[in-house]
């Protein structure tokens, strides 16, 4: 192998995160209650993107925590609350969100983040919906 080769291969084992695409990204969350009359779609942030991973060809050898793989998850972010409209008074009208303020790649932190994606989850309005720009 050439030197030019080995010295690209070890930049990019070195610095291969920093290329990882993980950012804050507008996504749309449809929010209802079954007591109020209206739907609410909110304009957030999440955390999106590609994170470099490796799949080891070892895995009887490695310890477990050896074999997690990074996902674009959240560094930083604050909580939203917003008002849902056409709620009876017996009825909590708000309704709190996360809004990714800035991401990195790292390991899925289920104290504040879904880490299992499932493709049967829909996110629409059955009832008339409301924007909620925050």
Avoid: W
């Avoid at 990882?20 to 304009?43: D, W």
């Avoid at 942030?45 to 793989?69: E, H, P, V, Y």
């Avoid at 017996?90 to 790292?106: E, F, M």
């Amino acid at each position: 192998m050439s030197p030019f080769f080995l010295l690209f291969l070890l930049f990019g084992l070195t610095f291969g995160q920093t290329a990882s695409l993980c950012a804050p990204s507008e996504y749309i969350i449809h929010v209802e209650k079954r007591e109020c009359t209206y739907c609410l779609a909110i304009n957030t942030t999440i955390c999106a993107g590609f994170c470099m991973t490796r799949d080891s060809n070892g895995k009887k050898l490695l310890l477990k925590s050896a074999l997690s793989q990074n996902v674009c998850t959240y560094k930083e972010m604050l909580y939203q609350t917003a008002l849902i409209p056409g709620c009876p008074l017996h009825t909590i009208p708000y309704y709190s969100y996360p809004v990714a303020v800035s991401c990195k790649c790292g390991k899925c932190n289920t104290d504040y983040s879904d880490c299992v994606h499932e493709k049967v989850r829909t996110n629409y309005c059955t009832k008339p919906q409301k924007l909620c720009n925050m």
